[in-house]
């Protein structure tokens, strides 16, 4: 049986497993509201899905035409927009925003004030550290060409990306990779590859020993 807090919002037709949590003040299956330049879809939203055993925290955000697996924890003040698919066990920390149109595989983890921009992959068992930005605009706005080339990152299995690293438009991180606190990725970083530095270049492989069974 679901446990649903008093102050919560639960938007008609949302879809709750076994076991959900929605904890003070959340609100589950928002419907978004676009500005007139969003390049966001305006179809019409299937219900939220939410997983048994999941728990949406106090004061998060989880917008209509998502889907969350089983053991999801959306931290508090959190955000997971519209048509997201996020894995079991995926953990979205506090504060953290998860933009529209994301996937993210199983039992990764998405720390505290990071932002997953919309269009995005993130494959299972990646690790994103705390304020880590990823971006999927190289016009900012500006031109109609950015609409056919808008694009998040790539982050392959078990990736690993430091705090406060930033991401470019379209950048893929390879299985493995790890990718250093402040780091600045301009381009494509190659699978087991350790990358630092702005701009960020390789400086050696990730170790056997921590590579994931």
Request: net charge negative; proline share 4%.
């Amino acid at each position: 049986m679901s446990r649903v807090a008093e102050t919560a919002v639960v938007h008609p037709g949302v879809e709750l497993g076994d076991d959900v949590v929605v904890g003070d003040y959340a609100v589950v299956g928002k419907q978004p509201v676009l500005g007139k330049r969003s390049t966001a879809s305006r179809a019409e939203l299937p219900p939220l899905v939410v997983g048994e055993g999941s728990a949406i925290l106090a004061g998060a955000v989880v917008f209509a035409g998502s889907r969350l697996g089983a053991g999801v924890i959306v931290g508090d003040q959190a955000c997971v927009r519209e048509r997201c698919e996020l894995g079991d066990e995926v953990v979205i920390g506090r504060g953290a925003l998860i933009e529209n149109d994301t996937t993210i595989g199983a039992r990764t983890r998405v720390q505290a004030n990071a932002y997953v921009t919309a269009y995005s992959t993130v494959e299972e068992d990646v690790f994103i550290a705390p304020c880590v930005v990823t971006t999927n605009d190289n016009y900012m706005g500006r031109s109609e060409a950015r609409l056919a080339e808008m694009r998040g990152a790539t982050i392959r299995r078990g990736a690993r990306i430091g705090g406060g690293a930033v991401l470019l438009p379209g950048i893929e991180i390879g299985e493995e990779a790890f990718v250093g606190a402040g780091a600045v990725v301009l381009h494509d970083v190659p699978a087991r590859a350790v990358v630092v530095g702005n701009p960020a270049r390789k400086i050696r492989d990730v170790p056997d020993e921590e590579l994931l069974s």
